[in-house]
């Protein structure tokens, strides 16, 4: 057990940090080359940092044993987000401006409500254990609706200032801090930081840790700078580290009898959020909140709809039948995720959308809760 859990976080660092030293890069540069606007800029970047979600959904479809491992890691990574990274992002926002912060209640609802609205369509899906094409269909449009839906509340009301983002504040890219040698640096109110400590930054953040050696060596040598051919190297490892934690996982499932949707709901979601966490931490600091909330729900959002509808749509085209699924704890989960998600929601609102150190506390507890829940069915 310790070797295949150490195996399988191992790869999964390397996956992060593949998606944040040379993804996230790559597509700015595809970007900036192709003369994307802002909006098209964030919505290529959301595209591609979905692709570590998009090919598990892809490769978990293709084996019917599989198709709990995939679901679960995505929708398990929804829940790890609204418990632990809220949760820490309310905590460090305590320690490191000795107050709470607070969060944009109408961004919150209308981001919050379109994910319980995709969770209750998911559990209406997965209780006859049969998924059909017309509900994949659904699934996957339900994210161009609410994409429209979003581009027009900011023509009209401007809620996250976007628009204005380079000239306010600091961009998604310097906030959650992927490549700060390509993004100019600004302290908390957008001015720019001095260059001798922009240097020291850059220096002390370039280096990986030591532990990844092996992926920082194959990465810089077989990975180009032309940004198309960056991105097809690029896309080719994500397949090969997810298919390799999906074959630890066969082999977990098998050693210790529990269902791959407990294993994709818990440990490939701590695995996969590590960065998350980090983002959290530094979004604290830098009083960027309102952003963090945004780009986490958003990105849980576009994993349901996309990264689960999509892959199903393309199996059930190529194999021309319906997916199946025996696992019975999957409906149980979603409903217990629905319960985790609306009991952190009236949390939030409940300290008046302000991030306590008490709201960190009682986060953290529910997933703790949610856990042991989890355990339990197994």
Known sequence: MIILSALFFYVLSGQTYLSNDYLMPCLESLSTKWHLSETGTGILMALGMSIPELTTNILSCFKSSRIGYGFGAIVGSGVFDFTVCFGLMSLFSNYYHKRALRMNLKALMRDIYVYLLTLLFLTFVFWDYEISLTEALILTLFYPSYLLYSLVQMEQKDDFQLSHQKHHFPTLLQFLDFH??????LDVDGKEIGQENQQEQVQEEQQPSKILLPFTLLFKFTIPK???FAFIIISFYCFLTVNVTMTVVDEFVEQFSVSPAFVGLTIASWGGNIQDILNASLAAKNKKTELATS?????QIMNLQICLGFPWVLTMLIWQRNITFYDETISQSMLAIMTV???S????LQQKLR???????MLLSIYLLYFIYELLQQ
Do not use: N
């Open 355 to 361: 991030l306590t150190y008490k709201l960190g506390v």
């Open 341 to 343: 998600v609306l009991t």
């Open 180 to 185: 700060p040698e390509q993004a100019e640096d």
């Open 345 to 348: 929601f009236f949390l939030m």
């Open 295 to 299: 780009s986490i729900i958003g990105s």
């Open 226 to 228: 032309h940004p198309e």
